[in-house]
C-alpha cells in the first residue's frame, strides 16, 4: 500500500498542502485547527485539515477531507492503523502516499501515528526501520538531534548506523548543517565502555565517518548523558529505548526545576519583584526549551515527511510543526535520506 | 581472597574505623584528608587513612595504614587491581575483609573501587552481580535510590530483580522506610513497553512485589524517565547502562540550568540585587542536589560496605561519604542486604 509512482518534485511539493489530522492530541480539534489557521493565514503555508466533520466543527475556512474515525490517545497503536482505516491518522498518511499532500502532521497517539506512516506510506528502500529524530535546544545555536528517540525499543548495530545517516541527512535538510558531527550515546569516551550493541556501532560509525573520509558525517565518538544538554555533536545516536529513557530524564528536570523556582517567585513581594527583574531574561531562554517551538519530532526512513507533535500541542506548537513539515518537504528531506542511506543487507 | 570468617556485630563494628582511600579523587589528598579529619573530630567516627606516607603527608593527627601503591584515576579498573596489590584501594578493601575496618569510602577510579571491593570483600551469597546505588533527591523527603547507577552495562531479568531486592534493604537500612516502593524504568506505563529485558523483570517483579504479598517491597509498576524528578518509588531498578545515561542526562541538566540562570543573574547591577532576594531561598534547595552532600553512592552486593564517592569529592563530601558509610555498616546494611536476596540459579 506504499506509495504508487515517483515521488513528486520539491517545486511540486511546495504547492500541495500540508495533511493536518485534526482529531490528534490533548488538545483537538479546537487548538490544532487554529493552529492550521494560523500558519496558512500568516505564513502562506497550504494546509488541509482530515477529520470527521461534525466532530472538527469549525474549520476557520480551510479545506477539510473528511473521514469517519478517531484513533485515541489510549488505543493500541498497530490494532488501531488496522482497524480504523477511515480514521484521521490513516487519511493523512494516504494524502501523502497518494501526492494529494506534502506532508503529514498529528500530535495524536505517537505509536499510531508512526504504524500509520510506515503502513501506508512504506519505508525507504533500503532502510532497515523508521526512527525517531528530536531537536535537543543548544542555545544560540541550531539543535542538535537525538535519533532515536523512542521508535525502537530494540535494535543492532546496522540500524544504529543508518540512524546516524538519516539524522545526519535531516540537520543538513533542516538546518543547513553541512558537515554533520555524529556521536554515539555511551558510559564513558573510550570505545571499549557500553554494551555490546554500543562497542559494535563505535566501530561501524568510526570506520564510515572518519574525519576526511568524504563520508556524510564526522563521528566524534561516544557522548554521555551528561553532553546531551548542550550536545557537543549535530546528532545523538542511541537506541529508542536509551533514547527515550534520556529524552524523558532532560524533560523532566526541565520541569521540576521550572516548578521550583516558579515557586520560590511567587513566595512573597520581594521575590516577585526579584522575578520581574529576571523573567524578562529567562523567558527568551526558556522559550528554546518548550516543545511548542521547536517543531516536534521527525520520522526519519518512510517515503514522505512526517511531523510528530507532542500531545499536549496548542496552536502554536502546531504552527511550527506545519512549519517544519513544509519546509522539510520542499527541501527534499526525503530525497536527501533516501540518498544518505547505505542499504543494509538486513533491510 | 574474600572474607575470613563471620561477619562482625553491628556493635562491634562501631568500634572499627572507617578506613578512607586517601589517594582517591581530583582532589586528593588534601581534601580527602580534611574531610577526614572533620568528620571524625566533629562527628566522633573512627576513621583510618590509606595511602603511600611520603604522598600523603599531613595527616591532621589520623591513623595511617601505609601503602606503596595508587591507581590513577584513569587506569585500567581490573588491571590496576590485579598489578597494584599494595594500592590504597586495594588496601582499604583488605581492611574491611580483614575485620579491622566497618567499612571504606574511595572517591577515586570508579571501576576499581568496585573491582577491589568485588575482588576483596567477594560478593553475598547468592548475588549474581553487585550494584551501584546512587540516591535522587526528593525535596523534603528522603532520596529515592536508582540502581544500577553504572557498574553492569548488561544485565539479565533475574540481576534487576536482585538490584530491586538491594535497593529495598538499602533505603530500609538507610533512611528507615518501612515498606520501600519498587519502580521499573522503561519507556511507558504497560507492562508491555520496552525491551525484552524490561517485560521480563516487569513480571517478576509483579510477581514479587505485588501489594499485600508481603514481600519486602511493594512493586509500583513502570516509571519513565519523566519520573526520576522527584521520583514517586523509593527505588528505581534499570540496568547500569540506562541508569547510567539516564543520572548523567539528569546531572547534566542540572548543571546546564544552573549555568544558564547564573549567568542571567550577573547581567547587570539590577539582575545582581534580585539575585541576592532569590539565592537565600534558591541556595537551600540547589544544596540538595550538590554530590557533595548526598554521601556519594553505595555498592551493593558484596560482603561489606563500601562508598563510591564522586571524582570531584571535596572535604564536604568526604564528611558525608564517611558519615553514609559509618551508619550503614553500624546500622548492619550487609546483613539486611544478605537478608533480602533471594539467591539465583545464576549466582
Known sequence: MSRRGERPSAEALATLPVAVDAMGGDKSPGEIVEGARRVAAENGIPVVLVGPPDQVGDTCGLPLVACTEVIAMDEDPAGGVRRKKDSSLVRVAELVRDGQASAMVSAGNTGATMAAA?????????????????????????????????????????????????????????????????????????????????????????????????ARFEFVGNLEGRDLLPSPADVIVTDGFTGNVALKALEGTLRFIFDVVTGVFMLDDA?????????????????????????????????????????????????????????????????????????????
Chains 1, 2 share one sequence.
Open 118 to 214: 510506515l503502513l501506508r506510506m512504506g519505508r525507504l528502500p533500503g532502510v532497515i526501520r523508521p526512527c525517531i529524530a528530536t531537536p535537543l535546544p543548544r542555545l544560540g545555536r541550531t539543535p542538535a538531534v537525538l535519533v532515536d528517540a523512542g521508535a525502537n525499543a530494540e535494535c543492532t548495530p546496522a540500524m544504529l548506523v543508518q540512524f546516524a545517516q538519516m539524522g545526519a541527512a535531516y540537520v543538513a535538510a533542516r538546518f543547513g548543517t553541512t558537515a554533520p558531527t555524529v556521536g554515539l550515546l555511551s558510559i564513558g569516551e573510550e570505545p571499549t565502555k557500553g554494551t555490546p550493541l554500543v562497542k559494535e556501532t563505535h566501530a561501524l560509525l568510526a570506520a564510515e565517518g572518519a574525519a576526511g573520509s568524504g
Open 271 to 347: 521575590t516577585k519583584a526579584a522575578a520581574d527583574v529576571l523573567l524578562p531574561h529567562l523567558l527568551p531562554l526558556a522559550a528554546e526549551f518548550e516543545p511548542e517551538n521547536t517543531g516536534g519530532a521527525m520520522l526519519l526512513g518512510i517515503d514522505g515527511v512526517c511531523v510528530i507533535s507532542h500531545g499536549s500541542s496548542n496552536a502554536t506548537a502546531m504552527v511550527n510543526a506545519v512549519r517544519v513539515a513544509y519546509e522539510c518537504a520542499t527541501r527534499g528531506l526525503v530525497d536527501h535520506v533516501a540518498a544518505a542511506v547505505r542499504p543494509s543487507p538486513d533491510a
